[in-house]
């Protein structure tokens, strides 16, 4: 069991940038996948990206690729998303989520554990 809890969410303006952070209790952090994933209103949950266990192998969408970062702090149970560039259709709830396998860490339903989410606005 693991528990997940995000923040640094906020209102930013476009072209602005934020970094949300999860911080991970329970099981330990570094077994896990993690991944990045938000809902927009009226809109299925979508993979914005994934770090592998140790870090070394980081995968994004389309869509954020190049704006936004990942990474991880094993000793500290950290991850975080460094967005840069932030565009309005980034407006959405980010969760973070652990304990998939990395082969299909774009699927939802392969994540285990869910933080609460944290609401990020971007405003045009």
């Known amino acids: 069991q693991v528990q997940l809890v995000e923040s640094g969410g906020g209102l930013v303006q476009a072209g602005g940038s934020l970094r949300v952070s999860c911080v991970a209790s329970g099981r330990s952090f570094n077994n896990y996948v993690m991944g990045w994933f938000r809902q927009a209103p009226g809109k299925e949950r979508e993979f914005v990206g994934a770090i592998t266990r140790t870090g070394d192998t980081t995968d994004y969408a389309d869509s954020v690729k190049g704006r936004f970062t990942i990474s991880r702090d094993n000793a500290k149970n950290i991850l975080y998303l460094q967005m840069n560039s932030l565009e309005p259709e980034d407006t959405a709830v980010y969760y973070c989520?652990?304990?998939?396998?990395?082969?299909?860490?774009?699927?939802?339903?392969?994540?285990?554990?869910w933080g609460q989410g944290t609401q990020v606005t971007v405003s045009s």
């Open positions: 989520a652990a304990d998939s396998v990395w082969a299909v860490r774009e699927i939802v339903s392969h994540y285990s554990y």
